[in-house]
């Protein structure tokens, strides 16, 4: 997933990978070592002309669907459509089993059960094909659920179709229901976010019961002019000002007034210039 920390370039994160927290605990504990294994993730500051983050590319809008499928239904079909102005690539496909167990009824012992499904794709003008032929078995008393990336070809708009090949269960004995949950519709196309600061992150949910976990980020924020005497950490200024500005992190709130009305991306800068701003006003108020 990726999360987006503001508009860029940014400082970065206050204290490293102590700064990062999941389900409110840092990814890294003070000691150094890890309160999570296996994550994998990247910070992008938020450059005019920042690199592709790989392993990023694909933008996915996900659809409910909540659908039992059964055999007697003869199976249970969406249909999904592109345009020119939202294209698409591929569609993810989320199936849900909310049990799969199967109980002796002469000594209550309960074993694992299995269950067929088929998932078919046609495109618009075209014929049916197979794009999942899957059978799962085990046992499992929650519910457990499996995603498939089906890539789109031909032209839109694609039906697509779940067919369970199972045979339904007629006793409560044998419980092994399949759910079609939802859909993604999915456009890999690398986008390199310019002036965005974003955290992309891989990690197993399995980690966080399946589910992913809440994140939060302490960063040092917006770079902005500053003084070219002012240190802006320590907060203190050198000599005289000769009225120049320098590019850094600062929580003046002289220096942030100064950008928000000046910035001619995000600010007032398109409306108000630069050069009528009090700049030896806000020098002072900024030193106060």
């Known amino acids: 997933f990726m999360d987006v920390l503001g508009e860029g370039p940014i400082e970065g994160l206050v204290n490293g990978l102590?700064?990062?927290?999941?389900?409110?605990?840092?990814?890294?504990?003070?000691?150094?070592?890890?309160?999570?294994?296996?994550?994998?993730?990247?910070?992008?500051?938020?450059?005019?002309?920042?690199?592709?983050?790989?392993?990023?590319?694909?933008?996915?809008?996900?659809?409910?669907?909540?659908?039992?499928?059964?055999?007697?239904?003869?199976?249970?079909?969406?249909?999904?459509?592109?345009?020119?102005?939202?294209?698409?690539?591929?569609?993810?496909?989320?199936?849900?089993?909310?049990?799969?167990v199967q109980t002796n009824q002469q000594t209550g012992d309960i074993r694992g059960a299995s269950v067929a499904f088929k998932i078919e794709v046609r495109p618009n003008g075209g014929s049916w094909t197979t794009a999942v032929d899957k059978t799962i078995s085990g046992k499992c008393t929650a519910p457990y659920e499996e995603s498939y990336r089906i890539p789109l070809t031909g032209n839109s708009p694609w039906n697509i179709r779940m067919t369970r090949i199972t045979e339904d269960s007629a006793t409560q004995y044998l419980v092994n229901d399949t759910?079609?949950?939802?859909?993604?519709?999915?456009?890999?196309?690398?986008?390199?976010?310019?002036?965005t600061a974003y955290v992309g992150t891989a990690l197993d949910s399995e980690l966080f019961g399946g589910s992913p976990p809440t994140r939060a980020y302490e960063v040092k924020g917006l770079q902005i002019k500053v003084p070219t005497n002012y240190n802006p950490v320590a907060r203190t200024y050198a000599g005289m000002w000769d009225g120049t500005f320098k590019i850094a992190w600062t929580n003046n709130p002289a220096w942030i007034f100064y950008d928000l009305l000046t910035n001619t991306r995000y600010g007032l800068g398109n409306d108000i210039p630069a050069n009528s701003v009090d700049i030896w006003e806000l020098y002072s108020i900024g030193h106060y």
């Open 179 to 195: 759910w079609w949950a939802s859909y993604t519709k999915i456009l890999d196309w690398p986008m390199s976010y310019p002036n």
């Open 18 to 100: 102590k700064s990062i927290f999941y389900n409110d605990t840092p990814l890294q504990a003070e000691d150094g070592t890890f309160n999570f294994k296996g994550v994998n993730l990247a910070l992008m500051l938020g450059l005019p002309d920042q690199a592709t983050l790989n392993g990023y590319e694909a933008n996915g809008e996900e659809v409910t669907v909540n659908q039992k499928v059964t055999t007697a239904s003869g199976g249970y079909t969406v249909t999904v459509s592109a345009s020119a102005q939202s294209p698409l690539s591929h569609v993810r496909v989320t199936i849900r089993i909310p049990a799969l």
